[in-house]
Structures are given as structure tokens and as C-alpha cells.
């Protein structure tokens, strides 16, 4: 019984080690990435996994061979050590010197897909190719908000483009042929989309896994994000749109929030539809405005 510990922490260290070799076999993996950063995320995402894997083993395995070699016994004494200062230093500045390279290298990748001022200086640069949303987090559902077609079409108008820029820097200003859904992101292939982020009651979060992006909504603030997918999954069916359902289920695309929210967290749930072209995503929107839209004046 005495090599029992260290019997057992081995087994479980190679059964963790085998297991992530095989996983991807069954699927237990990263989804396959659908945006134009996927790629460097998934970069980064395995670059610190091997350079985290290898560390794991390592100090996994001096604590087993410890464990086997030195098991206590009745008739064993310990021996007192003062250590070894050149070994703790040496195992203090490698991973210090790795983390550090590891936050170089993600520098660039972060700056693109987070900070605020890059996202701005995209819409600057031309808002026509830039689809705006808004979507507002609440217990315990997405609600989106998309421009309507006529207010899309003043993209296209250089003279209103260049005086409604820095409005749409910060958020997608509100007008009443605004288009809205719930819980259903849409856009089409190919095109960026800033999406506003925003939570009516407590933190949220907006996590698309197969676009690797994910955002936390903060109460009080409006958070950017954005996206490009290089992949569609949307089709029509009738006078509906759908995604690969049941048949393709590596074409449903989940919207998730990963921040404890409430007793129906687990509930709030959306998906993402990219439709292949831009007129197919216009087709949905004026259904979706036709459905939906406000009240007229006579109405009321």
C-alpha cells in the first residue's frame, strides 16, 4: 500500500494524456472555425496548450517518480534540505520568460478582434461593408436589433455615410424601422458585422464557439465585437430560413451565455444564420420587417 498515491496519481495522468490524444477522434474538440480569425485563435488557442501540456507532464511526472522513489515507510527517516536555490530560480524565469512570449505574441491578435479603436477605425474606413446590430442581453434571451433595408441603403450615400460615422463607432442609433428578433443573429457570408452588446439586468456574455468570438456584457456599458464568417450555413425552405438542423448538426451554429445569469442560465440559448449572399440576408430582413414592423400612425 505504500506506492498506492503514486500508483494511482499515474494512472490518472496517463489517463488524461491518452484522452486528449484521442479526443478529436470522437469529436471532443474544437468545432471548426468559421471566421476570418479563426484560424489565429486556434494559432494561439494550441501554441499555449502544447507549451501548458508539456509543463503538466512534466511536474506530473517528477511528483509520481517522487512518490514512487521516495514512498514513506516505517523504517524511513526524511531528510531535511534547505533546496535548491539555482533550481528555483531556474524554474521561476522559464515559465516567466514563456508567459511573457506567449503576451507578445498575442498582442497583434487581440488588438484586431478586441480593442474598440480598431473596430472604429473599420467602420471609418468604409461603413457601406459593414452590417451594424445591436443585440441586448436579459434573463434570459438575446434580443436583437438590425438596421432596416432603407436604412442600410443610406450606407450607400457617401454624403450621409461620412456624417453618421462616428455615431455608428459607438452604438446603432435607434429609429422606428428598426427590424428585430430574438435569440436569431443574422448576416450573410463574407460581410463584418459590429455587433453592440449591451444587458438590460446582470452580466451576460455573447459566444458564438464556431466563430471564436466571445464578449461578456457589462451593466452600464455598450461593448463592441465583431465578426466575419467565411462559411454559410443558412438555406430557405418555403417562405422560412433555416440552418442544418437535425440533418447537418455541425451547421447549427449556437449563440451561448457563459456567464451565470440566473436559475434558466442554461436556457439562454441562440444561434447565428450567415446566409450565402448579401441579397439572400436582404430577402430575410424584408420578411422580417414585414412580420414584425411597428404600428402605423392611423393604426394607433
Given at each position: 500500500?505504500?506506492h498506492?498515491?503514486?500508483?494511482?496519481?499515474?494512472?490518472?495522468?496517463a489517463a488524461?494524456?491518452?484522452?486528449?490524444?484521442?479526443?478529436?477522434l470522437?469529436?471532443?474538440?474544437?468545432?471548426?472555425?468559421v471566421?476570418?480569425?479563426?484560424?489565429?485563435?486556434?494559432?494561439?488557442?494550441?501554441?499555449?496548450?502544447?507549451?501548458?501540456?508539456?509543463?503538466?507532464?512534466?511536474?506530473?511526472?517528477?511528483?509520481?517518480?517522487n512518490?514512487l522513489?521516495?514512498a514513506?515507510?516505517?523504517?524511513r527517516?526524511?531528510?531535511?534540505s534547505?533546496?535548491?536555490?539555482?533550481?528555483?530560480?531556474?524554474?521561476?524565469?522559464v515559465?516567466?520568460v514563456?508567459?511573457?512570449?506567449?503576451?507578445?505574441l498575442q498582442?497583434?491578435?487581440?488588438?484586431?478582434?478586441k480593442?474598440?479603436?480598431?473596430?472604429a477605425?473599420?467602420v471609418e474606413?468604409?461603413?457601406?461593408?459593414?452590417?451594424?446590430?445591436e443585440v441586448?442581453?436579459?434573463?434570459w434571451?438575446?434580443?436583437?436589433?438590425?438596421?432596416?433595408?432603407?436604412?442600410?441603403a443610406?450606407?450607400?450615400?457617401?454624403?450621409k455615410?461620412?456624417?453618421?460615422?462616428?455615431?455608428?463607432q459607438?452604438?446603432?442609433?435607434?429609429?422606428r424601422?428598426?427590424?428585430?428578433?430574438?435569440?436569431n443573429?443574422?448576416?450573410?457570408?463574407?460581410?463584418?458585422?459590429?455587433v453592440?452588446?449591451?444587458?438590460r439586468?446582470v452580466?451576460?456574455?455573447?459566444?458564438?464557439?464556431?466563430?471564436?468570438?466571445?464578449?461578456?456584457?457589462?451593466?452600464?456599458r455598450?461593448?463592441?465585437?465583431?465578426?466575419?464568417?467565411?462559411?454559410?450555413?443558412?438555406?430557405?425552405?418555403?417562405?422560412?430560413w433555416?440552418?442544418?438542423?437535425?440533418?447537418n448538426?455541425?451547421?447549427?451554429?449556437?449563440?451561448?451565455?457563459?456567464?451565470?445569469?440566473g436559475?434558466?442560465?442554461?436556457?439562454m440559448?441562440?444561434k447565428?444564420?450567415v446566409?450565402?449572399t448579401?441579397?439572400?440576408?436582404m430577402?430575410?430582413?424584408?420578411?422580417?420587417q414585414k412580420?414584425y414592423?411597428p404600428?402605423?400612425?392611423?393604426?394607433?
Open positions: 500500500m505504500r498506492f498515491w503514486g500508483i494511482l496519481f499515474a494512472v490518472v495522468l488524461a494524456f491518452i484522452l486528449t490524444a484521442v479526443a478529436p470522437f469529436g471532443w474538440w474544437l468545432p471548426a472555425g471566421s476570418t480569425y479563426s484560424s489565429e485563435i486556434d494559432l494561439l488557442y494550441y501554441g499555449i496548450l502544447i507549451v501548458t501540456g508539456v509543463f503538466f507532464v512534466l511536474t506530473e511526472g517528477v511528483l509520481v517518480y512518490m522513489r521516495f514513506g515507510g516505517p523504517a527517516k526524511a531528510q531535511y534547505h533546496g535548491n536555490h539555482r533550481l528555483e530560480m531556474i524554474w521561476t524565469v515559465p516567466g514563456i508567459l511573457i512570449l506567449l503576451a507578445v498582442i497583434n491578435v487581440w488588438a484586431d478582434i480593442y474598440p479603436t480598431h473596430m477605425k473599420m474606413d468604409d461603413p457601406s461593408h459593414i452590417l451594424p446590430m441586448t442581453t436579459r434573463q434571451e438575446f434580443r436583437i436589433r438590425y438596421p432596416s433595408p432603407e436604412h442600410l443610406e450606407w450607400a450615400d457617401a454624403a455615410k461620412q456624417a453618421t460615422v462616428k455615431e455608428y459607438k452604438r446603432l442609433p435607434e429609429r424601422d428598426d427590424v428585430f428578433d430574438v435569440n443573429v443574422h448576416t450573410w457570408k463574407g460581410q463584418k458585422t459590429v453592440f452588446l449591451r444587458t439586468d452580466g451576460h456574455a455573447f459566444f458564438v464557439p464556431v466563430l471564436r468570438v466571445k464578449q461578456d456584457s457589462m451593466p452600464g455598450t461593448l463592441p465585437l465583431w465578426f466575419e464568417a467565411n462559411e454559410s450555413n443558412t438555406h430557405k425552405v418555403g417562405n422560412e433555416q440552418d442544418g438542423g437535425t440533418e448538426p455541425a451547421l447549427v451554429w449556437d449563440l451561448v451565455c457563459t456567464q451565470y445569469c436559475s434558466r442560465h442554461s436556457m440559448r441562440g447565428v444564420f446566409h450565402p448579401k441579397d439572400d440576408f430577402a430575410w430582413l424584408r420578411a422580417q412580420e414592423s404600428p402605423t400612425a392611423a393604426a394607433q
